[in-house]
């Protein structure tokens, strides 16, 4: 049924009591009734229903006054009369409409309307979405995937992509930028097999660094042809080239399989954990025709310029395969230098010969033909060692060190300011300064230092003799001035002097000088085969010859005696004797003898114990040590303050120790 207007129910509020009576047979009409005013025709304040209220603002409320939330429906200000209808679709069951316990306007299905703080679950939109104004539209609160359309997708503002996050193009879909830049936040991947290509033109590729410096990669128009940059296998992990710093000009990097020019010096370094060598510079030389050949090689060459501003080869290193069988090669190793204009070898590693060569063998004025040694100190001269033209022939000279088992310093004696030669063990020398030797030199038996121009005298030690070995002086064979005479005395007072005593000497004769070459004394041969002892000069003229015949000195027994084991007192009453000693050391002593007198003692039996004699005076000596049978010992007295002296001292392998005073 349709509603009544206000009009229509001031009218039936004023009929008669019996049409009132019959009004509440009609829905809606009591009600009506007594919402209005029977002699104004208003509205009333109040409705009898206790859960609707009606107000002047023609709104009612429902659930008025109740403990639960209450409606009030209200109609609203407009631009002409309009109703504004509320009707239900057609329904299969019960539905419940819930409002939002906001305040809010509700929004229609087609009506232009704006949402505010709305959150939509699987929206499904068919016609387009448009955003306008300046708000923006924040998606990070989702982890779920954002989806475009398949048509095409304009992103009129710029775009960023959050630190960790990718950009993955699927399918082959493509992606056109805009002319303006481009920041991308995270990492770019191309997947295998695609690229990156930049139109022509003056596009480029630039990387920027954490803080500062950028890394740009840009083509030069100079060329038809296409570089590419590759990489070889990696074996060993990740590596990485770092560009040095160009100081601010520009450069061109060096590559293999090309001719590289460096206009400044280039440093190769190697910081790693390897122990050892590190090649750093391989160089390698190989036949692409498996034809290699003695004499191959591979070298280093060092370019300058001379004064006609021409830049020509200076020195070179090379090396060069001398013998090339596999498991037995050989290798050269020549540097040459320019040498007055011409590049010549200097230094020359020589395999086959196994030596180092200086210079070449080769005529050349310039040619390297020494080695220069510098010392320590500086402006203290040097050692050359320089090799000159041999004129016999192409011979070579060897300087070879003896089998030795310690180490040797072989040290150049000063020559006195003149040129001087090695002295040889082969071949003849002529020695002009004075040797000095501070070890032994030893003569071989039976050869002869020789004196003289024609080997006039010489002294040698001889062997020969099965029962004796000898140190012979030999003289020459008087003739003329050749008189053969040994001399000893004071170098001063022999060399360069003529002595008269040598007169009318002709048989080998020793002769003795003193100090002050004017006495002497000598010993030799008379006419008659008698030994004689003469002194002459300042000396008081004497001749002593021994007889022919068994003899004794004066001051000397002629008879001999023996001193038993354990006996420490050797006797004085004879020229000699023979002592015997016991299984243990035994303490000898001698006592004072008489001025002149001569003994002899000898250790006859050697019984294990070392005897040791001390006289009571000596002189030049403390104790003697019998040790061995055979050692002797010959002294003489000299008188009570100088005592015993010692006229010799022998033994089968050795003499007997003297201690030395």
Known sequence: MAAITSAEAIAFYRMLYPVRKQSQAIPGIPLALTNFDATTGALIASINDPNLEGVASATFRVNSGAATPEIIIGGGSGTGDYTLSLISPTIAADRVITLPAVTSTLASLTGAETLTNKTLTSPVIGTGLTA???????????????????????????????????????????????????????????????????????????????????????????????????????????????????????????????????????????????????????????????????????????????????????????????????????????????????????????????????????????????????????????????????????????????????????????????????????????????????????????????????????LAWDTADANAECLHILLGD??????????????????????????????????????????????????????????????????LSLPRKTGRINSMAGTATTSAGDSLAIPLTHGICAKTTGGDAEDLTLANGEEGQELMIYLAVDGGGTGTLTPATATGFTTIAFADAGDQAVLRYVDDTIGWIILSVTGPTQPPVVAIT
């Open 132 to 458: 306008s104004g300046s708000a923006a539209n924040d998606f990070s609160g989702s982890t779920g995937t954002f989806e475009t359309s398949s048509g095409a997708n304009t992103l009129s503002g710029d775009v960023t992509i959050a630190a960790g996050k990718d950009l993955t193009m699927s399918s082959t879909a493509t992606i056109s930028t805009g002319t303006g830049a481009h920041a991308f936040n995270g990492d770019i991947t191309v997947a295998a097999d695609k690229d990156i290509s930049l139109a022509k033109g003056s596009g480029y590729i630039e990387i920027n660094a954490d803080t500062s410096g950028i890394l740009k990669i840009l083509p030069v128009a100079a060329t038809a042809q296409t570089v590419t940059l590759t990489t070889t296998a990696q074996t060993s992990g990740a590596g990485s080239i770092a560009i040095p710093d160009l100081a601010g000009g520009a450069l061109t990097m060096a590559v293999t399989g090309a001719d590289n020019a460096f206009s400044v010096p280039q440093t190769i370094t190697s910081d790693d954990t390897t122990d050892g060598v590190v090649d750093l510079l391989p160089l390698t030389h190989s036949s692409s025709d498996n034809g290699a050949t003695a004499g191959d090689g591979i070298g280093i060459t060092w370019d300058l310029e001379n004064d006609a501003n021409a830049v020509e080869e200076w020195a070179s290193l090379d090396i060069l395969s001398a013998v090339i069988t596999d498991g037995a090669e050989d290798a050269d190793i020549e540097l040459k230098a320019m040498l007055a204009g011409t590049l010549a070898p200097v230094l020359t590693m020589d395999a086959s010969d196994e030596t180092w060569v200086i210079g070449a063998n080769a005529t050349s004025a310039n040619g390297l033909n020494g080695l220069r040694i510098m010392p320590q100190t500086a402006s203290a001269g040097s050692l050359v060692i320089r090799a000159t033209a041999n004129t016999s022939g192409d011979d070579e000279m060897s300087i070879t060190n003896a089998d030795m088992a310690q180490a040797v310093a072989l040290t150049i004696p000063d020559p006195g300011n003149a040129t001087a030669s090695f002295l040889l063990t082969y071949g003849a020398a002529t020695v002009n300064g004075v040797l000095t030797h501070a070890a032994n030199t030893i003569m071989q038996d039976g050869k002869l230092a020789l004196f003289g121009t024609g080997s006039d005298a010489g």
């Open 478 to 543: 008087p003739a003329g001035n050749v008189v053969p005479v040994a001399l000893f005395g004071a170098q001063t007072a022999t060399s360069g002097v003529d002595h008269t005593f040598f007169n009318g000497i002709t048989q080998p004769t020793i002769a003795l000088l003193d100090a002050d070459a004017d006495s002497w004394m000598t010993l030799s041969f008379g006419s008659t085969d008698e030994a004689t002892i003469a002194t002459g000069g300042a000396a008081a003229a004497a001749v």
